[in-house]
């Protein structure tokens, strides 16, 4: 019997399958020949969520979650944060291999050249109510970039790919920033191509009357540190999102704009905004206590804890722990860092969360930092944006290049009633709306 393989015994027939195991997974088509007649569909998996099934192959991101080992293209984060930059990484995502310094400087060149939206897509984000939340506008302007670039349906054209490509990870930080001024009623502020791409979206979210825009070295290589962290995360909520809508050949505008959408959730990558929310509402250490007796109790969820893949401490949350100590040498320390240092102690001795091996993730200290950078709540699930579109757009890329991969359509298991006659309206019988809905 050839190693590789599963023999599965059907105690419905005595019958027995072999199927093969490649990298440590059973095709699931292979299971459909399992039948207990020649009527029966054959066998599926059931997996809500994801939880044990694999969609793709992918040699993008490998995460190993007990050891909290995260690799862009087989290099540790942890290298990657030190010694690169954000673009450097996002070549990287996006080819394979670190650039030399010529494909670096051409591809921060392209990058940079497409940086400005166009003066219709301004008039657009005009539109929105000053109250607006950033990430819809990230959203909705992303999407109506669709109409802006009719070659981008182009999918099936590798250069017409690269091109909305270098496209959208130029323009999302102008997209971002713009965002951010409509928000506090401010001019929108072109982009400066002298300045590094991380330079430049500070620059367009904080120039005012200055003549030319100076970062603070140490916050912009903060920034771009923690661009580096959140470019990608293999198949996360948002980067399925992307292979899931784009299998369908759609826009990677559309694709991107379904992605930022999945992102926003608080339970992805809207938790960085709850964190900061849930740290205003603890105040001080000395409530942090009762805070961890609710969360155990049932009531509420601990924000920037837990993860489906990290059963140990996200390695990403460790680096921003460190950046933020930079940052605060310059803006002084927040005393929220206090609260959620108290908030990670606590938890981190309870059996509630050892048990549950529940550890600070990505989002756990990245807020309180974005708040001291002069960020609004509001603005960190687009900060979170921003760079992760270089990941989507790099698992959209290689999900275009995969021979294996067409049209995402899932099965399901049916449960609701089998044929039934029509009831004429006079026949009918009420039946009572449940009580959590709104009664007409
Ligand atoms: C991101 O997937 C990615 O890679 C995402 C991301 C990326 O880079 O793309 O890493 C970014 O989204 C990070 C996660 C940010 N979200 C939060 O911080 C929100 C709070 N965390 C939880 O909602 C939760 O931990 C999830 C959503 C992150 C993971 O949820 P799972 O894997 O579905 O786990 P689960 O809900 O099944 O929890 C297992 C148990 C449950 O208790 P029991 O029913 O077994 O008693 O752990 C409990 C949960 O109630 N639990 C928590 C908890 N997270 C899980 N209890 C309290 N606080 C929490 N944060």
């Known amino acids: 019997m050839p190693e590789n393989t599963l023999t599965i015994t059907d105690n419905r027939t005595n019958k027995s399958y072999t199927v093969p195991v490649e990298n440590g997974t059973i095709r699931a088509m292979d299971l459909r020949q399992i039948k207990t007649g020649p009527d029966d569909f054959g ?3 059931y997996d809500p969520a994801y939880l044990n099934t694999a969609s793709c192959k992918s040699s993008i991101t490998y995460i190993d979650g007990d050891k909290g080992i995260l690799r862009y293209r087989g290099y540790p984060i942890e290298v990657l944060a030190e010694r690169c930059t954000f673009l450097e990484v996002a070549y990287l995502l996006m080819f394979g291999e670190l650039p030399t310094e010529k494909e670096l400087n051409s591809w921060i060149y392209d990058i940079t050249h497409h940086t400005m939206l166009h003066e219709t897509t301004k008039k657009f984000m005009e539109g929105f109510r000053y109250s607006a939340h950033p990430m819809s506008m990230f959203v909705s302007t992303i999407a109506a970039l669709s109409s802006v670039y009719p070659d981008a349906k182009l999918v099936r054209s590798p250069k017409d790919r690269m091109h909305q490509i270098v496209r959208l990870i130029g323009k999302v930080p102008s997209i971002a920033a713009m965002s951010y001024r409509h928000n506090v009623g401010f001019p929108y502020v072109y982009p400066d191509n002298d300045l590094s791409y991380t330079e430049n979206f500070m620059n367009m979210l904080w120039k005012m009357v200055e003549p030319k825009y100076v970062a603070h070295p140490a916050i912009s290589r903060a920034l771009d540190i923690l661009f580096i962290l959140h470019a990608d995360h293999e198949q996360n909520c948002s980067t399925s999102a992307m292979r ?8 990677p505008y559309l694709a991107v704009a379904s992605a930022a959408s999945a992102l926003a959730g608080p339970l992805h ?5 709850e964190v900061l929310r849930m740290l205003e509402e603890i105040g001080t250490k000395d409530n942090v206590p009762a805070y961890i ?3 155990k109790d049932g009531h509420f969820k601990l924000m920037g804890f837990g993860h489906r893949i990290y059963k140990n401490y996200d390695p990403r949350a460790k680096i921003i722990r460190w950046c933020a100590e930079q940052v605060f040498e310059v803006t002084g320390r927040s005393p929220k860092l206090d609260v959620a240092l108290e908030l990670e102690r606590i938890a981190l001795e309870d059996e509630y969360f050892i048990k549950r091996k529940l550890y600070p993730n990505v989002d756990f200290y990245s807020g309180i930092m974005y708040q001291a950078m002069g960020f609004r709540p509001e603005m960190f699930t687009v900060l ?3 760079p992760r579109t270089a990941g989507w757009l790099a698992q959209w890329e290689e999900l ?5 991969q067409k049209i995402a359509r899932p099965r399901q298991v049916y449960l609701g009633p089998g044929e039934r006659e029509f009831v004429p ?5 009420p039946v009572p709306i449940p009580a959590e809905y709104p009664s007409h």
Do not use: Q
Not at 425 to 429: L, Q, S, T, W, Y
């Open 43 to 45: 066998l599926m998996t």
């Open 244 to 251: 899931s809508v784009g299998s369908s050949e759609t826009d």
């Open 269 to 273: 990558g809207g938790a960085n905004e």
């Open 293 to 295: 007796k609710r969360v």
């Open 384 to 386: 979170f944006a921003i």
């Open 400 to 404: 275009m290049k995969d021979p294996e």
């Open 425 to 429: 309206i006079d026949k009918r019988v």
